[in-house]
């Protein structure tokens, strides 16, 4: 039989759990408890619940005790029903659905604001675009640069190193130009761009969203895509192009430097680059870097829109943004080379 008696309160019933777990209680003499608060009807509860009797409990805390119900056993959930394949796709599609559902909604609402803006261009925020440029397009042309320095000197080179071989070092400006110019640049620079600027896009947008202030905006009357997102779509299509012509001209600065240290003369690099890359190369790749960054502006605007409550919210916001921004960018540059090839490009 285990005997209690004294205070049944927080402090002194911690020492007495590991007794009543032991096994052979099956009477409890209460006669001297004196207090007995939520810790000691605690106690008791997993006494009888194990099996035990208690006798001599005073009658205030009896009547506590009866209270709780000690009498039914503890409720244990059951096992999980197996969610069968069926079922599984039926959510998956549900979800996709109500995904779809809310990027087209985000795309017509944008394409309306668009029109309404270029009927009336005063409704544009225009200090909002400016700043929007300096802090995401113009501020990340430091590393942007570095990043392009070290992209042109690295493939001149790792390309120079096997032509050498056969006397072509020569020909790699032509490698290099045409690289940087059709498809390493914009494509460096986007990825930059997404990883800087989209996931900052959706950060901020998801943490209004959890402060409710965009619920604010829309209180005043005033329109989200059109008062956040169209400054930001607008800046950073605008500051794409931009960004990839200096990552391009940086790049190729680099790679002179590789080439000088292969002995190539500086005029017969530059001669060789101008003869194979043309006007259209150039015009072709900074098209694909203002699509990146419209796709990297509105994927980080949506992103941030669409997010949930809560603290990790914002986080899970920027990681979708980072990652499906990525893949707009590695999708949209085949459909580019598809469409290159078509041309004749």
């Known amino acids: 039989m285990l005997q209690l008696s004294g205070r049944l309160d927080a402090q002194t019933v911690a020492p007495l759990w590991p007794q009543i777990h032991q096994p052979g209680i099956n009477e409890v003499d209460a006669s001297g408890v004196t207090y007995c608060d939520g810790a000691g009807v605690a106690l008791f509860y997993a006494l009888i619940q194990g099996g035990a009797k208690i006798h001599h409990l005073a009658q205030p805390f009896t009547e506590l005790l009866d209270v709780f119900q000690v009498e039914k056993p503890l409720y244990k959930a059951g096992p999980r029903p197996e969610t069968g394949w069926l079922t599984a796709l039926g959510k998956a599609t549900a979800e996709h659905k109500t995904a779809l559902k809310n990027a087209i909604s985000y795309s017509g609402e944008l394409s309306a604001t668009l029109m309404q803006i270029l009927r009336s261009p005063s409704k544009l925020r225009i200090t909002e675009v400016l700043a929007t440029a300096s802090k995401n397009g113009a501020d990340a042309l430091p590393i942007v640069s570095l990043i392009a320095i070290l992209l042109g000197m690295i493939l001149a080179f790792q390309s120079a190193i096997p032509m050498r071989q056969f006397g072509a070092e020569v020909f790699v400006a032509d490698l290099v130009g045409l690289s940087l110019v059709r498809e390493l640049a914009p494509l460096m620079m986007a990825i930059l761009l997404a990883g800087r600027t989209g996931a900052a896009f959706a950060a901020e947008l998801a943490s209004m969203k959890v402060n409710e202030e965009l619920n604010a905006l829309i209180t005043l009357g005033l329109n989200p895509v059109r008062y956040l997102v169209l400054p930001r779509m607008i800046a950073t299509t605008l500051m794409a192009p931009l960004l990839s012509a200096c990552a391009v001209f940086i790049g190729l600065v680099g790679a ?11 005029q017969t690099y530059i001669s060789r680059v101008s003869t194979i890359v043309h006007l ?12 990146f960054g419209m796709e990297i502006a509105l994927i980080g605007c949506y992103r941030g829109l669409q997010a949930g409550s809560g603290a990790s919210a914002v986080g899970a916001a920027t990681t979708q943004a980072v990652v499906s921004s990525i893949v707009a960018i590695v999708v949209s540059d085949g459909l580019f080379a598809f469409v290159f090839y078509l041309v004749g490009w």
């Open 256 to 266: 002179a430097v590789v080439m000088l240290s292969f002995n190539i003369p500086i």
């Open 280 to 291: 259209g190369d150039f015009i072709g790749g900074l098209c694909k870097a203002a699509v």
